[in-house]
């Protein structure tokens, strides 16, 4: 396992840096001028030069790209254009109401998805199987900022039992992680019924029931445990997305996450402050991608790393 991990950190460093590239080259293709941001809009052309020229913004790409490289390094994202504050400090602030609303969604959408899943596949062609269907299809049809802005018309507006936006109760929690998690409990749904309707063909399934295996057991012990390989890379890819699709919920819900942050600096041409999300959010499908195999051993002991 040791040497297995080694192979696979080493392996993230040429794709660290494409993506170090990517974030670069995408933060300067946008339009506008940060420095005339900065300077204001009734400052002068000398004014915006020597700012532009404090930010480091004057020299060749090259050499900006190879000290934004240095920089990162060292865990140095530089300063926010906007509040003038470091950025690590920009970030920190904002990244733990994000992680509890994805992990929260996460949570409930996995748990309710794998239900929904094994009850469809065991009562297959029967209606429990088919309401089950009509959920997560629906589920994923709904788009998320149309379904947001329905729950806060119907809650908050019209009933006054939530609170339309913001973030400190368990209340605040409710609107953002059911419509942030909704698509991933139909999208979770569907994978288990599939995978849990393939598995329950293996031989070693039907030998179960053969010798009068009790079909609980023959349900949570075998066929589930047994699915839980395509399952858990599933939830792994969700919870990335999950992370990335928080920038549209806070937005609606004025949540003050990461996502509304990364919003907010695109509207101010906060470069620094966007590589480093862009960064943030590109580099957690590798580390998510690198937790899923791990885990991948403890749900079946027979796989092993060299």
Same mark, same amino acid.
């Given at each position: 396992?040791?040497?297995?991990?080694?192979?696979?950190?080493?392996?993230?460093?040429?794709?660290?840096?494409?993506?170090?590239?990517?974030?670069?080259?995408?933060?300067?293709?946008?339009?506008?001028?940060?420095?005339?941001l900065?300077?204001?809009?009734?400052?002068?052309?000398?004014?915006?030069?020597?700012?532009?020229t404090?930010?480091?913004?004057?020299?060749p790409?090259p050499?900006?790209?190879?000290?934004?490289?240095?920089?990162? $390094?060292?865990?140095?994202?530089?300063?926010? $254009?906007?509040?003038?504050?470091?950025?690590?400090?920009?970030?920190?602030?904002?990244?733990?109401?994000?992680?509890?609303?994805?992990?929260?969604?996460?949570?409930?959408?996995?748990?309710?998805?794998?239900?929904?899943?094994?009850?469809?596949?065991?009562?297959?062609?029967?209606?429990?199987?088919?309401g089950?269907?009509?959920?997560?299809?629906?589920?994923?049809?709904?788009?998320?900022?149309?379904?947001?802005?329905?729950?806060?018309? $119907?809650?908050?507006?019209?009933?006054?039992?939530?609170?339309?936006?913001?973030?400190?109760?368990?209340?605040?929690?409710?609107?953002?992680?059911?419509?942030?998690?909704?698509?991933?409990?139909?999208?979770?749904?569907?994978?288990?019924?599939?995978?849990?309707?393939?598995?329950?063909?293996?031989?070693?399934?039907?030998?179960?029931?053969?010798?009068?295996?009790?079909?609980?057991?023959?349900?949570?012990?075998?066929?589930?445990?047994?699915?839980?390989?395509?399952?858990?890379?599933?939830?792994g890819?969700?919870?990335?997305?999950?992370?990335?699709?928080?920038?549209?919920?806070?937005?609606?819900?004025?949540?003050?996450?990461?996502?509304?942050l990364?919003?907010?600096?695109?509207?101010?041409?906060?470069?620094?402050?966007?590589?480093?999300?862009?960064?943030?959010?590109?580099?957690?499908?590798?580390?998510?991608? $690198?937790?899923?195999?791990?885990?991948?051993?403890?749900?079946?002991?027979?796989?092993?790393?060299?």
């Amino acid at each position: 396992m040791l040497s297995f991990l080694i192979k696979r950190l080493a392996g993230m460093i040429p794709v660290v840096l494409m993506v170090m590239v990517a974030v670069f080259a995408f933060v300067h293709l946008l339009p506008g001028d940060p420095a005339r941001l900065v300077a204001g809009p009734e400052a002068t052309a000398q004014d915006v030069a020597a700012v532009r020229t404090a930010l480091g913004l004057d020299k060749p790409l090259p050499q900006q790209f190879l000290t934004y490289v240095g920089n990162t $390094l060292q865990g140095d994202f530089g300063m926010s $254009l906007k509040t003038r504050r470091p950025v690590v400090e920009e970030i920190g602030m904002r990244l733990m109401p994000t992680v509890w609303l994805t992990l929260f969604a996460m949570v409930w959408s996995v748990a309710i998805g794998l239900l929904i899943g094994v009850v469809s596949a065991v009562k297959r062609g029967r209606w429990p199987d088919y309401g089950g269907m009509i959920l997560a299809v629906s589920g994923i049809s709904f788009p998320p900022f149309w379904l947001g802005l329905l729950l806060i018309n $119907l809650f908050s507006v019209r009933l006054g039992w939530l609170p339309t936006g913001g973030y400190g109760t368990w209340q605040h929690f409710l609107m953002p992680s059911f419509t942030l998690g909704l698509g991933v409990a139909a999208v979770m749904a569907r994978f288990t019924r599939s995978a849990f309707i393939e598995i329950a063909r293996e031989d070693y399934v039907r030998t179960a029931r053969a010798k009068g295996v009790p079909e609980r057991s023959v349900i949570w012990r075998h066929s589930l445990r047994n699915a839980l390989i395509p399952i858990i890379t599933m939830v792994g890819l969700q919870f990335g997305f999950l992370l990335g699709g928080s920038i549209v919920i806070e937005s609606v819900f004025a949540w003050p996450g990461v996502g509304r942050l990364l919003v907010d600096s695109v509207s101010y041409r906060d470069y620094p402050v966007i590589q480093a999300l862009v960064l943030m959010f590109s580099l957690q499908f590798i580390f998510i991608n $690198l937790l899923v195999d791990i885990l991948y051993v403890f749900a079946n002991p027979e796989i092993r790393y060299k």
